[in-house]
C-alpha cells in the first residue's frame, strides 16, 4: 500500500525556517514526480512546489527565492526547505506522488497523497 507520510511542521515567527519532509513506502518513487501542496482556512489547496523524475523543479510565484524542493538521501523522501516565512505561509501542507514523473502544479496529476503538516507562521 502506498503511503506519504509529512513531517517537520509546526510554529514559527515570520522570518524564520522550516524543513518540511515525506517519506514515501511502498512503491519506488526515484521515478516519481513529487509535489508539495497548501491548504489555508477557507481557502482551494494550492500548488507550492515540485520535482519531476529528472531533478527539474517548479514553484509557486509566492514561494519562488524563498522555498526549496529537493529529494533527500534516500530517494523515497522529498524535503521542502521554507526560509523567510510569512504569516501567508501558514497552511496545512501536503506531500503528494505522480506516477508518471512529471513536476505538474495541477493537483489531480498527482495520484499519492499525505495527510498533511499544519505550518503557523506567526507576525
Known amino acids: 500500500q502506498v503511503q506519504l507520510v509529512e513531517s517537520g511542521g509546526g510554529l514559527v515567527q515570520a522570518g524564520g525556517s522550516l524543513r518540511l519532509s515525506c517519506a514515501a513506502s511502498?512503491?519506488?518513487?526515484?521515478?516519481?514526480?513529487m509535489g508539495w501542496f497548501r491548504q489555508a482556512p477557507g481557502k482551494e489547496r494550492e500548488f507550492v512546489a515540485a520535482?519531476?523524475?529528472?531533478?527539474?523543479?517548479y514553484y509557486a510565484d509566492s514561494v519562488k527565492g524563498r522555498f526549496t524542493i529537493s529529494r533527500g538521501n534516500a530517494r523515497n523522501t522529498v524535503v521542502l526547505q521554507m526560509n523567510s516565512l510569512k504569516p501567508e505561509d501558514t497552511a496545512v501542507y501536503y506531500c503528494?506522488?505522480?506516477?508518471?514523473?512529471?513536476?505538474?502544479?495541477?493537483?489531480?496529476?498527482?495520484?499519492?497523497w499525505g495527510q498533511g503538516t499544519q505550518v503557523t507562521v506567526s507576525s
Open positions: 520535482i519531476n523524475w529528472s531533478g527539474g523543479t
Open positions: 511502498g512503491r519506488t518513487f526515484s521515478t516519481y514526480g
Open positions: 503528494s506522488a505522480d506516477r508518471e514523473g512529471g513536476g505538474s502544479s495541477w493537483s489531480r496529476e498527482y495520484d499519492y
